[in-house]
């Protein structure tokens, strides 16, 4: 099973919520689609599933053309970030519901709802109602739901958003183990970098109605195509600023400059964006090739073991993080070190130049 | 930890416990006062003990205004229930028209009950009332001061007019507050619409419908103004409700203390009513 989309695009009332979009998601794979909100993740799972009508393009399972197909025939199933479930069905009820809309045998879904009851440790709370349950234990419902009827296009609309930080990340461990072994596309859209990149799979960066890049998660987040990808894949935010390219040279400010090779030192001179992500910025010297910045410290923010400061350089908002605690007062000048061996390269149009 | 123990508080729920007291308390407790006296308009009063509750308890009179009574609520509450969910769900969820649907079903509660009661009277006049004329047009023999059921079609009919709206109201709240998701959950499963209201409407506006029936319950089981004025509980007694008949005895015919027994056994005849349906619908909750 594999859901390709071809130049699916989606305009309300004159106003554009998704660009023309092409996507190739093969079958049995893992697809984030990672962007802020109002980036046109839902509207663009809404328009997979069919829950929603695409302006222009289709939409294609297994090669066969199904943009007309009604949601129902489509053998889909979704997942949502508010917890979903029948009311006033027992939890096996609910798992139970889309088998017994397919007419499946009572012998069959006792089987199937059992089975998935168990991976999901819902085992226990059958016979109750979702409203008894923790906030954790009804989105297992919705999953157990979405993954009971072996549908061929899983869709998680950010179904760990409503949960407490514990749980999120015991059900973001669990869920590569659910969708393992299934022979279908599994689409998950989610604002969090951290997540992309915690499932290994394919990422797509959406920004404004736009898919700005497609690829293995660890390569979109390494080799952004542009600045905005590179944006949607940073938390905290990437750090930017201007620099001057002169022969192999590339200047920040008087003082500070560094060489570079590669196809970057034969570009023509002149201004470039140059892009580093806030944990290669450090208080510590580390990494090959370290260069100084100063900065005037806005805020520290130190969370456990991790401080992250916020800082004024060259009249640009820049972030560090670092390990350890290292509490500065607001004001103050401090030292940042600059790993520049990780440091990314955008030419005017903001596209990424290869180093 | 060591608990300050004083006795401040107790200042603060004074004035309520004062109100409470002027405005529940003290006239309840003057109709407990008739209900076990018997006085022959001097302000002289005997103890009567509970001669008058067995009285009431006795009297066909009372048992008729009861089943009249009940009748009249339970026929309301059968109407206007299904068909103020049938409404909400009919209305918009959004756009223009939703201010203008909400506006128009508020228009019969804004009206005074007595008005109300006039309104429709005039209305229903078979001689020059619009609805009345139109009914006789047609062939039907319809005239509601003179007939039984006549007059209670014209009841029914004001009371389902003057607030369905109310049911509507509610039932539309509970609608809108249910997120397009679980819709759209619906949809993937492969639900009807029958089953769309079955399984997730109903439930989700199950709370708003509790407090939509006891509301009409309370108010049906209590009202006077409306059927006073458009039938005065004519013809004969065919229409006279509890409250009416209440108001006969205790100022028609001055019976202070069959009438405070009366007001009494009604009182809890509705707290008890009350109660049950509370706990019917409320049921699944608990458990």
């Known amino acids: 099973m594999s859901l390709e989309l071809k130049e699916v695009s989606k305009q309300v009332g004159g106003e554009t919520h998704i660009y023309p979009t092409n996507l190739v998601f093969d079958s049995a794979s893992f697809n984030i689609l990672l962007g802020t ?56 009820e609910n798992i139970a519901s889309p088998l017994r809309v397919a007419n499946i045998g009572e012998g069959e879904i006792k089987k199937r709802v059992g089975d998935i009851a168990d991976l999901l440790k819902l085992s226990p709370m059958l016979g109750r109602r979702p409203s008894e349950l923790s906030g954790g234990q009804q989105q297992r419902i919705a999953m157990a739901r979405a993954l009971v009827k072996d549908a061929s296009l899983v869709l998680l609309d950010e179904p760990l958003a409503n949960l407490d930080f514990k749980l999120r990340e015991e059900l973001r461990d669990e869920l590569p183990r659910l969708l393992a072994e299934r022979n279908c596309v599994v689409v998950y859209a989610t604002t969090e970098p951290m997540e992309a990149l915690l499932f290994s799979g394919h990422t797509a960066a959406m920004h404004e109605g736009r898919v700005t890049q497609f690829g293995p998660s660890s390569q979109v987040y390494r080799e952004p195509n542009d600045l905005v990808s590179a944006r ?111 440091g990314l390269y955008f030419d005017e149009h903001e596209k990424t130049i290869s180093v | 930890m060591n608990k300050t123990i004083n006795q401040k508080a107790w200042f603060f729920v004074l004035p309520v416990i004062a109100l409470v007291a002027f405005n529940a308390i003290i006239p309840l407790m003057t109709v407990v006062n008739y209900s076990v006296q018997e006085t022959f308009g001097d302000n002289t009063f005997f103890w009567a003990g509970v001669i008058w509750f067995e009285d009431i308890l006795h009297s066909e009179r009372f048992h008729d205004s009861l089943m009249r009574q009940l009748t009249f609520t339970f026929t309301i509450l059968l109407i206007e229930i299904p068909l103020g969910v049938i409404i909400a769900l009919a209305m ?188 019917l619908m409320m049921r699944d909750e608990e458990q």
């Open chain 1, 37 to 92: 909100t109002g980036a046109g993740k839902t509207t663009l799972m809404q328009i997979m599933a069919g829950l929603d009508k695409a302006s222009t393009g289709s939409i294609f399972f297994n090669g066969e053309d199904v943009t007309n197909i009604a949601v129902q025939k489509r053998n889909v199933s979704m997942v949502y970030q508010q917890f979903i479930n029948y009311p006033n069905f027992t939890v096996y």
């Open chain 1, 232 to 342: 949607v894949f940073s938390e905290p935010p990437i750090n930017t600023t201007s620099v001057l390219k002169a022969g192999n040279e590339i200047r920040l400010s008087p003082g500070i400059s560094w060489n570079v090779a590669g196809e970057l030192a034969r570009l023509k001179d002149g201004p470039y964006t140059f892009g580093i992500r806030a944990h290669h910025v450090t208080i510590q010297e580390t990494g090959n090739t370290p260069i100084q910045v100063d900065g005037t410290v806005q805020i520290t923010e130190i969370s456990g073991s991790e401080s992250v400061v916020h800082f004024r350089m060259n009249d640009n908002n820049w972030i560090s993080q670092s390990p350890g605690i290292h509490p500065y007062d607001v004001g103050s000048t401090a030292h940042f070190y600059v790993d520049i061996s990780h």
């Open chain 2, 92 to 279: 918009p969820r959004k756009g223009f028209w939703v201010p203008v649907c909400l506006i128009l079903m508020s228009l019969p509660l804004l009206i005074p009950w007595n008005v109300v009661g006039a309104m429709w009277n005039i209305f229903a006049l078979p001689d020059i009332g619009m609805l009345g004329r139109m009914i006789n047009s047609l062939g039907i023999d319809y005239n509601f001061t003179r007939q039984i059921g006549d007059a209670w079609f014209t009841l029914i009919l004001m009371d389902v007019w003057h607030w369905t709206s109310l049911v509507v109201l509610l039932a539309y709240a509970g609608l809108v507050s249910i997120p397009d998701a679980y819709y759209q959950a619906a949809k993937i499963d492969g639900a009807g619409s029958w089953a769309i209201f079955r399984f997730i409407q109903l439930p989700k506006m199950k709370r708003v419908l509790t407090i939509a029936v006891l509301l009409r319950f309370m108010d049906s089981f209590n009202i006077y103004t409306e059927p006073f004025v458009l039938t005065g509980g004519g013809p004969g007694n065919s229409t006279t409700l509890l409250s009416i008949d209440l108001v006969k005895i205790a100022l028609g015919q001055f019976d202070l203390g069959p009438a405070a027994a009366m007001s009494l056994i009604y009182f809890l005849v509705i707290l008890l009513l009350s109660w049950v349906f509370y706990t």
